[in-house]
């Protein structure tokens, strides 16, 4: 038999390991901008056309190549920065694999421009389908100009499973902040279809932080900075107030690289025990610097996953540094003992503090975790700590009952139809109309009926109602939206316009009447009618942090996520009285729905008591 195992042609070879390199435009972007940092660019324009997906260029003024050596950045696994097997353990570089550049050409048309300051003049290269088109002398600035056009030209399957402009631009703006944060030291530009959407200039991190996140953040950040023998903690944590109900704006950083770690958020969540919400998420942009062969970054092709050779010390590393500066600024809660004169009488007010419990409060390793530097050294295992009787539950990702409350008005409409239960056969339950319904707790509604009473949970019902209503928007039945007499302007940040362009078009079906209103601007002309006015700005900021953080085991669609999020933002909450008029409508309406027994996310809405069970609780 003849064989059959033979090597792939180069240009299959590349378009298969791009497929881990190269994604989607936002990891293109990724590469390049890192390529431009390691090349010890000062200044750094990315620009954009189509999301990405017609062109992508970034241009820098770093050291450039020479002829030979811009030929052999497209080479795989071709290299400046890896010599032999120990250069993998001291990497301090973005890149080192030699991956990118051989992907980007693979799967997209690519022209590079690139001059040595000590050259006359520069080179020019153009690529495609890992194919030298050209190569030629060209006059160029000193530095290097990549552009990759026509993304996925060549795998029409791949491009066909690329989102939404918006979307794609989404995510080129994460890869795009990630970096810029890194290097603040840097000057930054992206250019988007012909406009401006960042100029980020030089200066300290604050300023850079303060630039991408938001001139309101400036007075809510506390300096974090611990330095040790092991390693070194710096950056910023916000105050309790900079706190969202969603993980918003959390960077960590290891040797300058981004990177996703569950286990160093949780570090970070317990120093802010007891100053937060437990359904609250703090603010951090923190960088980590440690020598390089205690981490291994190669465990992942988007180098986002790394590995540390001692996570335990990383951990109370992180927690008592964020802890320490939390304390160090006074970021604790206060009491104005003015306000009631009755705390004046308690013991721990009216006894003096004698040197004997100072001494005794002052050799707590409580007292030392806060008032020391260095601090980490001091840190306890929790079971010997004097905060062991705190609670310290582990923090659970947002879930759809922490949203803010938003007011809504009920309007009487909808007939008692027949339950459908699951995995149950249809019953009937009939409302016993000459009964009045009760509200108790605020929260709850018992209406009568004819075999016992139902106990119904306003806020579940009211997303049931919500969501069904919604969801007959999207078959062609619009919500009705009543325009308002005093526009609410709203301004975002870049990542967060990009998402709501994104998601504009269904907001539209939804009663939200949102223009575009220049770069980041929006301007909100109307609300659902039964809507309550003057809780847009903040309804529609909600729903980006929630959209983006939206946590679940199903993957649903753009649509659904959002008619979820308003429903669930829109629901009664708990601690609202009702009318009895208003508890009417709700209980009309939940039973008008097709499926009036679970809420969108298959909570009950009712619990049913029939009257035989009651009768045998008390004996009968």
């Known amino acids: 038999?003849?064989?059959?195992?033979?090597?792939?042609?180069?240009?299959?070879?590349?378009?298969?390991?791009?497929?881990?390199?190269?994604?989607?435009?936002?990891?293109?972007?990724?590469?390049?901008?890192?390529?431009?940092?390691?090349?010890?660019?000062?200044?750094?324009?990315?620009?954009?056309?189509?999301?990405?997906?017609?062109?992508?260029?970034?241009?820098?003024?770093?050291?450039?190549?020479?002829?030979?050596?811009?030929?052999?950045?497209?080479?795989?696994?071709?290299?400046?920065?890896?010599?032999?097997?120990?250069?993998?353990?001291?990497?301090?570089?973005?890149?080192?694999?030699?991956?990118?550049?051989?992907?980007?050409?693979?799967?997209?048309?690519?022209?590079?421009?690139?001059?040595?300051?000590?050259?006359?003049?520069?080179?020019?290269?153009?690529?495609?389908?890992?194919?030298?088109?050209?190569?030629?002398?060209?006059?160029?600035?000193?530095?290097t100009s990549i552009a990759m056009k026509n993304l996925f030209f060549n795998v029409p399957a791949r491009r066909n499973f690329l989102k939404s402009n918006a979307a794609e631009m989404r995510h080129i703006i994460d890869e795009f902040i990630r970096v810029a944060l890194s290097f603040p030291e840097i000057f930054f530009s992206v250019i988007s279809n012909g406009q401006e959407i960042f100029h980020l200039e030089k200066g300290t991190l604050k300023q850079r932080i303060v630039q991408i996140l938001g001139d309101n953040l400036n007075p809510k950040l506390v300096s974090v900075q611990e330095d040790t023998d092991y390693m070194n903690i710096y950056g910023f944590v916000g105050k309790p107030e900079a706190s969202k109900k969603t993980r918003g704006d959390q960077c960590f950083f290891v040797n300058n690289r981004f990177i996703k770690s569950a286990y160093l958020n949780h570090a970070v969540m317990n120093?802010?025990?007891?100053?937060?919400?437990?359904?609250?998420?703090?603010?951090?942009?923190?960088?980590?610097?440690?020598?390089?062969?205690?981490?291994?970054?190669?465990?992942?092709?988007?180098?986002?996953?790394?590995?540390?050779?001692?996570?335990?010390?990383?951990?109370?590393?992180?927690?008592?540094?964020?802890?320490?500066?939390?304390?160090?600024?006074?970021?604790?809660?206060?009491?104005?003992?003015?306000l009631d004169p009755s705390i004046q009488q308690l013991d721990a007010v009216s006894k003096p503090f004698t040197n004997e419990k100072k001494a005794e409060a002052a050799s707590t390793s409580l007292y030392k975790t806060f008032t020391q530097k260095n601090q980490a050294h001091f840190i306890e295992r929790e079971n010997k700590s004097e905060l062991k009787h705190w609670r310290s539950d582990e923090r659970l990702p947002m879930s759809e009952d922490r949203l803010p409350t938003s007011n809504i008005k009920l309007e009487l409409s909808g007939n008692i139809q027949q339950q459908s239960t699951i995995g149950q056969r249809p019953t009937t339950i009939e409302l016993q109309e000459d009964k009045s319904l009760t509200q108790i707790h605020n929260t709850y509604i018992i209406a009568a009926t004819n075999r016992g009473f139902i106990l119904i949970n306003q806020q579940s019902a009211h997303e049931r109602v919500l969501y069904e209503r919604y969801i007959a928007a999207a078959n062609g039945k619009p919500v009705a939206a009543q325009r308002s007499l005093f526009p609410i302007t709203l301004q975002l940040s870049a990542q967060d316009a990009a998402l709501l362009n994104d998601l504009i078009n269904e907001l539209n079906e939804l009663g939200y009447l949102i223009e575009p209103f220049g770069k980041e601007t929006f301007i909100i002309q109307g609300t659902p009618a039964d809507v309550l006015q003057g809780n847009e700005k903040s309804t529609i900021e909600n729903l980006l942090e929630q959209f983006k953080h939206f946590s679940s085991d199903i993957k649903f669609s753009k649509r659904e996520k959002i008619t979820r999020l308003l429903s669930w933002q829109h629901a009664i909450k708990p601690g609202t009285a009702l009318t009895e008029k208003e508890m009417k409508t709700l209980v009309e309406e939940l039973f008008a729905c097709a499926q009036p027994n679970i809420t969108p996310n298959s909570k009950p809405t009712y619990i049913e008591f029939k009257k035989d069970y009651l009768e045998t609780l008390f004996g009968k």
């Not at 092709?301 to 304390?327: C, N």
């Open 271 to 338: 120093a802010y025990q007891q100053m937060i919400t437990p359904d609250s998420f703090p603010l951090y942009v923190l960088f980590i610097d440690l020598d390089p062969a205690q981490v291994d970054i190669n465990v992942h092709p988007t180098k986002q996953e790394i590995k540390f050779e001692d996570e335990k010390i990383i951990y109370a590393f992180v927690q008592a540094a964020v802890k320490h500066s939390l304390a160090q600024f006074s970021i604790t809660p206060t009491l104005d003992f003015d």
């Open 1 to 143: 038999m003849p064989d059959i195992i033979q090597l792939l042609p180069d240009n299959i070879a590349n378009q298969i390991a791009a497929g881990e390199v190269i994604q989607r435009p936002a990891s293109a972007v990724k590469e390049l901008l890192e390529n431009a940092v390691d090349a010890a660019a000062t200044e750094i324009k990315l620009i954009i056309n189509d999301a990405g997906k017609a062109l992508i260029q970034v241009i820098d003024n770093g050291k450039g190549m020479s002829e030979t050596d811009a030929r052999m950045a497209f080479e795989r696994h071709a290299t400046s920065k890896i010599k032999n097997i120990e250069d993998l353990f001291r990497i301090k570089t973005m890149g080192f694999r030699g991956e990118a550049l051989a992907s980007i050409a693979a799967v997209a048309q690519v022209e590079l421009k690139t001059k040595k300051a000590e050259d006359e003049t520069g080179t020019y290269i153009e690529i495609e389908n890992s194919i030298v088109k050209k190569q030629e002398p060209i006059a160029s600035a000193n530095g």
